[in-house]
């Protein structure tokens, strides 16, 4: 079975300063491993992706992450956040293998003061 | 060229009654998935349709059932709501089956309340 845990439920954070949302899955399968980013109430917009190769990947908004294996971690970074980053994010997993199925972690509150 | 379009944006409802939840892809993606999100939580998915067949399904009771129509746009429906199915219902529509090279994108959901 598949599960995605992402340990922070709210990280405040103050502008221009870096940041990292951690996102830690399981599954005894192959993953495809995504974050997301949701607004108030908006739809879910996909930040980045991880579907193979290099283990670090870049995103939109200046947003990247790396994938490691060993520790099955996800761990999204932004060097310098700025107000408009203040969201909900959504790290997220989908199988390699038995149909299509998305597993969502419960979400991190991003929230970026001046 | 529009993005996901769901229909309509907030809908209330009493205990036991049926709701339909409409959903428009992109034009051209032939896959549409619906996901629950009650408030606080991620989304929680629920099926998963392909060329107007089902291609999965989540932990969701039988009152939940979807169809997708020949122009690929898709109706969720709910039977015997109960207060705990209120949440926003997303909609998400991809290329094809898998999320490989096709990410889904998101509509801005149906805000579903259950008085």
């Known amino acids: 079975a598949q599960s995605v845990t992402q340990l922070d439920s709210q990280v405040p954070v103050f502008e221009e300063a870096p940041v990292e949302l951690r996102c830690n899955y399981s599954?005894?399968?192959?993953?495809?491993l995504f974050w997301y980013v949701q607004y108030p109430n908006q739809g879910l917009q996909l930040l980045l992706k991880?579907?193979?190769?290099?283990?670090l990947v870049k995103g939109i908004n200046g947003f990247e992450a790396e994938f490691n294996k060993s520790q099955t971690s996800f761990h999204l970074r932004k060097p310098s956040v700025h107000i408009s980053d203040t969201a909900e994010y959504f790290c997220?997993?989908?199988?390699?293998?038995?149909?299509?199925?998305?597993?969502f972690g419960a979400g991190t509150r991003l929230f970026v003061k001046a | 060229d529009a993005g996901v379009t769901q229909s309509p944006t907030h809908l209330i409802k009493t205990r036991g009654q049926h709701v339909t939840l409409r959903c428009s892809p992109i034009?051209?993606?032939?896959?549409v998935s619906w996901y629950q999100q009650v408030l606080g939580q991620g989304p929680q998915f629920i099926f998963q349709?392909?060329?107007?067949?089902?291609?999965g399904r989540g932990n969701f009771p039988d009152r939940f059932s979807a169809r997708q129509f020949p122009n690929y746009s898709s109706e969720l429906n709910v039977n015997a709501l109960l207060l705990g199915d209120s949440a926003l219902y997303l909609c998400?529509?991809?290329?094809?089956?898998?999320?490989?090279?096709?990410?889904?994108?998101f509509g801005d959901g149906t805000r579903l309340s259950i008085l």
């Open positions: 034009s051209g993606h032939k896959s």
């Open positions: 997220a997993v989908t199988r390699e293998t038995g149909g299509f199925k998305t597993i």
């Open positions: 998400a529509s991809s290329l094809g089956t898998g999320t490989l090279n096709q990410p889904q994108h």
């Open positions: 349709y392909y060329e107007k067949e089902e291609r």
């Open positions: 991880y579907l193979s190769g290099s283990t």
């Open positions: 599954s005894s399968v192959s993953v495809y």
